[in-house]
């Protein structure tokens, strides 16, 4: 008889079909009866930050394979880009997305006389974890001159769940959870054990942000493309934190104000050890005359129109020698 030997035993390919078998069975009836009980888990928008929450994710942007949630109108914006070949890229979280002082600072360097083409790419919620998979897919292929490279505040946001680098980390499950329950029964169980962890690390752990900055400077610099970091302002003082960081942000409010200047001097490291430039507005906003409320938001993160025009200032005159 096929597949078996002489003394009539199965032969070991044999043996090998029927245990393949035997898997491929227990994963159809475990897909299926998945499907049967209606299980279904997309991770976006179930993921969880400090913003966006699932309801900003799933209705103020769409999901992404390779960067998780981009703005809506994001592709549309990278095919201009295509066509435009912008000599700077400004990338970056919410304060980018929604600052205006990309634009500013084109015009600042215009009136100085020098002319630039720009593109704002930054996507609220964003960590550097997505801002290194952007450089890889989307930036690079632009060719511009330089990238202006401005993040630091949700690195340093609570996990809530998975941290950034794990779940850039779950890209192939992610792409089988759109056809398989049993991907997304996998992903379900890895966000939960993750969200268990006592105490929850950072979206981005200081050693993975050092390491992720460093990576976007020497790839970009392989890519013949000059890096400005550009280390994030803050308007929170010690003992007078905004109250709303600690429901979802911080893990208590007494470590806001050591824990962002953690992540700005790492920002400043990165920028010595690789060669890049670096932009410490961070430094210079420190410097400017009390009050600085007139330059942030009540959330003492996001700038103000002012606010905009100063670091446009302070930006444009560190693009000048970097360009």
Known sequence: MRGTTAGGEISWRARLSLAAFGVLLAIGTAEG??????????????????????VALR???????????????????????????????????????FGTYPSRTLAALASAGMHFTGVKLGVGGWSSAQGLAQL???????????????????????????????????????????????????????TNLAAKRTPPPNRVPAAEYDATLRAIAIEARAAGIETVFVTAPSNHVAGHEPAYLARRHVRSLAELVPLHAQYVELTRRAAQATGAHLCDAAAAFSAL????????????????????????????????PAR
């Open 136 to 190: 890889r897919r989307d930036v690079i292929p632009l060719h511009p001159h330089v990238i202006t490279v401005y993040f630091g505040w949700n690195d340093h946001w609570k996990a809530i769940g998975l941290t950034d680098p794990e779940v850039m980390r779950t890209r192939r499950l992610r792409l089988a959870a759109e056809h398989l329950r049993l991907a997304q029964l996998w992903l379900r169980l890895e």
């Open 33 to 54: 009866a998945l499907r049967a009980g209606h299980f279904h888990f997309d991770l976006v928008p179930v993921l969880e930050f400090g913003w966006p929450d699932p």
């Open 59 to 97: 209705d103020a942007y769409a999901a992404d394979a390779d960067l998780v949630w981009v703005t809506r109108d994001y592709h549309e914006t990278l095919r201009a880009a295509q066509l435009l070949r912008p000599a700077i890229v400004f990338m970056g979280d919410s304060c980018t997305e």
């Open 289 to 320: 005359p009390e009050p600085h409320d007139r330059y942030f938001q009540s959330d003492g993160i996001h700038l103000t129109a002012a606010g905009d025009t100063e670091m446009a200032r302070v930006l444009s005159a560190c693009l000048a």
